[in-house]
């Protein structure tokens, strides 16, 4: 449960606070024309990222059970991510 919490919901809030508070405090430039809902729902699609996940999983674990269970859980969050991502920015297209 804590690594499909962690892909799922904390990787999109780092991303997208980092990105947030970079902008803040004048570190990064974001176009005007790219509106907050985008990056947001960029930094679903960050989840999806799971070859560090699956390499930490094998190192953290010494039975091949909770292994096996680390990695079916990274793969899960990381098609919950791709889906909840692609929805979510499909979902705010601007007609022209």
């Known amino acids: 449960m804590g690594i499909i919490l962690g892909l799922v ?16 405090f004048n570190l990064a430039y974001k176009p005007n024309s790219l509106r907050w809902m985008d990056v947001f729902g960029a930094s679903i699609l960050g989840g999806v990222g799971f070859t560090m996940s699956i390499f930490i ?11 096996d269970l680390a990695k079916l859980s990274v793969i899960l969050a990381s098609g919950i991510s791709g889906i909840a991502g692609g929805i979510w920015l499909y979902s705010t297209i601007r007609n022209p």
């Open 9 to 24: 919901i904390g990787k999109p809030l780092g991303i997208f606070s980092a990105v947030y508070f970079a902008h803040r």
């Open 57 to 67: 999983g094998d190192i953290a674990f010494n039975n091949p059970m909770l292994i």
